[in-house]
């Protein structure tokens, strides 16, 4: 998406609204903090540098924004059964993340759950990663597509859309696959269940896709039809690159030496050989899924946070309504 440039207000003159970090930080500076330090440990992902300051400034106004949609989102919930004189429960409102791997998208999902939890009205936040939905190795291979995985054809789009669906329509219990990261695929007889959320966050590299056009040339319906609100987390390809490698060696030095791990023969490389490889996987697959994938569908979501090189948050564009 090209750069919008700003007018003298300091409005944007294209759809979005940009705020710098500063600008932004205003506008949730009478929220109460109540995120401490031992839970935001616990919520960072791998080399995530969020500090609470971070959280303070760009996520409680984040969530304080999205609990304003959330509370109009009921206004029209209750209109709309009025209108239409219906007697029937509210459905849940669904936030979908997106990004790029490596950027920091499942650290800002888990921050918006416990934050959006603890706010007042909605306590029951869900978390979905789409991982759960890409298909089994075995099923990649016969396809062809093992070292596709994370392209949008790795998943079965079909059940994450009927996922979704059936939670925006209020279905009592819905269940998805569960993906293991140690064993790098999906978990036999395993099943999460989502209870009726106040909530659902949808967390996933390829969750702003646009609907695809079938054969006939008519189009299908896409999971980020049923969001309510949207978050892409933006930064350079360079410094997602640098950040990919940098988890990579943190991940060889750790997780890859479980003897349950997929990638337990990385663990045994040198350092060179170890981001020699990292890079070739960033530069074949993760990097060109970005490009094509991922980042085309920044501008289709509500809002955009965009990082610099050390993973602190230097605006946000908020889409106008």
Avoid: C
């Avoid at 080399?47 to 409680?60: A, C, F, G």
């Avoid at 009921?74 to 004189?85: A, C, E, H, I, P």
């Amino acid at each position: 998406m090209a750069a919008m440039s700003l007018d003298s207000s300091g409005e944007t003159n294209g759809p979005y609204v940009e705020r710098d970090r500063e600008a932004w930080a205003e506008l949730a500076a009478s929220t109460p903090m109540t995120l401490d330090e031992e839970t935001l440990s616990r919520l960072r992902g791998m080399n995530d540098p969020t500090s609470l300051q971070e959280v303070i400034e760009v996520y409680l106004p984040l969530t304080r924004l999205m609990s304003e949609y959330f509370r109009h989102f009921g206004d029209l919930y209750r209109s709309t059964n009025d209108f239409l004189r219906l007697s029937v429960g509210r459905t849940p409102f669904v936030i979908g993340v997106a990004g790029s791997v490596a950027v920091g998208k499942s650290t800002t999902a888990r921050l918006l759950k416990e934050l959006l939890s603890r706010w007042p009205h909605h306590p029951h936040v869900e978390l979905l990663t789409t991982d759960g939905f890409l298909f089994p190795n075995a099923e990649l291979e016969r396809r062809g597509a093992l070292h596709r995985k994370g392209f949008p054809e790795s998943y079965d789009r079909r059940a994450l859309l009927r996922f979704v669906m059936d939670v925006k329509s209020g279905k009592p219990s819905v269940t998805a696959p569960v993906y293991s990261h140690l064993s790098y695929d999906i978990v036999p007889d395993r099943r999460i269940v989502v209870n009726q959320p106040d909530i659902l966050i949808v967390e996933g590299l390829n969750v702003l896709q646009p609907a695809r056009q079938r054969a006939d040339g008519t189009t299908s319906l896409a999971v980020s039809d049923f969001f309510d609100f949207s978050v892409y987390v933006d930064a350079s390809t360079e410094d997602i690159r640098t950040w990919f490698l940098q988890r990579f060696s943190t991940l060889r030095d750790t997780a890859f030496r479980d003897p349950g791990s997929y990638f337990r023969r990385f663990a045994a490389m040198s350092q060179d050989e170890a981001l020699a490889y990292a890079g070739n996987i960033w530069d074949t697959i993760n990097g060109p899924n970005l490009v094509t994938n991922i980042l085309p569908t920044r501008g289709r979501a509500t809002a955009i946070m965009r990082k610099g090189t050390n993973h602190d948050v230097r605006w946000v564009r908020i889409r106008k309504v």
